[in-house]
Nanobody, 126 residues
């Protein structure tokens, strides 16, 4: 496990955009599928997006497809989530996570991601 740190959240209005960042000060992210998950108050943590180690493959939850974009910069040991056209239902704590196995695309299952950050709050006002 490696400590991950998310940043970039905030309070925005509906329709606005944000760029969330995730980095690791120790350990490497480049050999792992990386994911973003979110958890709204009183709800379970849900899958948002994931990206393969090379960045060539991405996957999105239907609720964010076309509005969110996941990317990575392995040279900076960082992963990003560009969130656009925000809606009130996007309000949640957003978590970055590293998949447990090397070079494996894997599944959307949160339990298979073994390193997590503390999360960054995104609040969308309508």
């Amino acid at each position: 496990q490696v400590p991950l740190v998310e940043s970039g959240g905030g309070l925005v209005q509906a329709g606005d955009s944000l760029r969330l960042s995730c980095t690791a000060s120790e350990g490497t992210l480049s050999m792992h599928t990386m994911g973003w998950f979110r958890q709204a108050p009183g709800k379970e943590r849900d899958f948002v997006a994931r990206i393969s180690p090379s960045g060539s493959r991405t996957d999105y939850a239907d609720s964010v497809k076309g509005r969110f974009t996941i990317s990575r910069d392995n040279a900076k040991n960082s992963v990003y989530l560009q969130v656009a056209s925000l809606k009130s239902e996007d309000t949640a704590v957003y978590y970055c996570a590293r998949y447990g196995r090397l070079y494996e695309w894997g599944e959307r299952v949160s339990a298979l991601f073994t390193s997590w950050g503390q999360g960054t709050q995104v609040t969308v006002s309508s």
